[in-house]
């Protein structure tokens, strides 16, 4: 008998799977482009006059607006109008929401990370009567709405300051949300916001603190400067980690950017440079100057 022959067949080759790497930086990432950025000499006094005429100038309104999106409802003194902070959740926005950044390397929770940098007394001027000064309203009484409501910590001020400055250049006639004019609803993402129980017009501060808590930023326990420089280049966008440079959204004016911007939605101009200052760049001069620390983890 003949025997059979066997036949082989040549193994089905395997392909590994790429791994796509995120286009959102690590925290050991974003807390080494911070260390090494150096801020342009010739813009370096463009940048002390943004901080000087825009920042600090306004710190008791930003605080103010933090201590009320730390206070939640009102509970304690009710607005006369209840709905003033009531916010919802959109999907849009939970990719750059509060919980969207998972850092094993900063998770630990910092209470009161943010009194550091000395909170200064003033006076509640939205609610417009002189019920706490600042210092309680950050934490600093174990008796204070703070700790009484539980939750986040408060947002800095600084934070806040930052994002005003990008979405809407310091106007405080704009939805923080968006840039779009307080005099109506949003019209850009998101839309029809805020939802304050009452039509336009409407205030920044009733505005702003309904863009904070649609973000969820009422429900963050550690402020550290990962988890902020991530959340403020959130609000542009990755897109530029693709194309290999350093959002001018946080590094324009320093050694970490040079050229490269995106002039329309989806159309990137390699040559373009963005005129407008970056936000760690404005937060990195304003440790640098001892106005503000903030804290690495």
């Not at 206070?71 to 959109?90: D, E, H, R, V």
């Not at 505005?207 to 959130?234: C, H, R, T």
Request: glycine share 8%; with cysteine; proline share 6%.
């Amino acid at each position: 008998m003949k025997k059979k022959k066997r036949i082989t067949r040549a193994p089905v080759p395997t392909t590994k799977k790429k791994v796509k790497k995120s286009s959102i930086p690590t925290a050991m990432e974003y807390l080494l482009l911070f260390n090494t950025c150096v801020i342009a000499k010739e813009k370096m006094a463009q940048v002390d006059k943004v901080i000087d005429e825009h920042v600090t100038v306004n710190r008791t309104r930003y605080e103010s607006i933090s201590s009320l999106v730390r206070l939640g409802n009102g509970m304690l003194f009710p607005p006369a109008n209840k709905n003033l902070f009531a916010s919802s959740y959109t999907s849009y926005f939970d990719r750059f929401s509060a919980g969207s950044l998972n850092l094993s390397t900063i998770g630990a929770s910092q209470p009161n990370s943010l009194l550091n940098i000395g909170a200064q007394p003033q006076t509640n001027t939205v609610f417009g009567n002189n019920f706490f000064d600042s210092t309680s309203l950050l934490g600093g009484d174990v008796y204070s709405p703070v700790n009484f409501f539980g939750g986040g910590s408060s947002i800095p001020w600084y934070f806040i300051a930052c994002v005003h400055y990008l979405e809407c250049s310091f106007s405080f006639k704009k939805h923080l949300h968006n840039g779009d004019p307080l005099t109506g609803y949003t019209v850009q993402v998101p839309a029809h916001r805020p939802k304050v129980g009452h039509g336009p017009p409407f205030t920044f501060e009733e505005s702003a603190v309904d863009a904070l808590k649609l973000m969820k930023y009422d429900k963050v326990n550690n402020w550290s400067l990962p988890f902020i420089l991530q959340k403020l280049e959130g609000y542009n966008g990755f897109g530029y980690a693709g194309k290999g440079i350093h959002t001018p959204y946080l590094w324009s004016f320093s050694n970490h950017y040079t050229k490269g911007k995106y002039v329309k939605d989806r159309v990137f101009d390699v040559n373009a440079v963005s005129q407008q200052l970056g936000a760690a760049v404005i937060l990195k001069r304003m440790e640098d100057r001892a106005i503000i620390s903030i804290p690495r983890s």
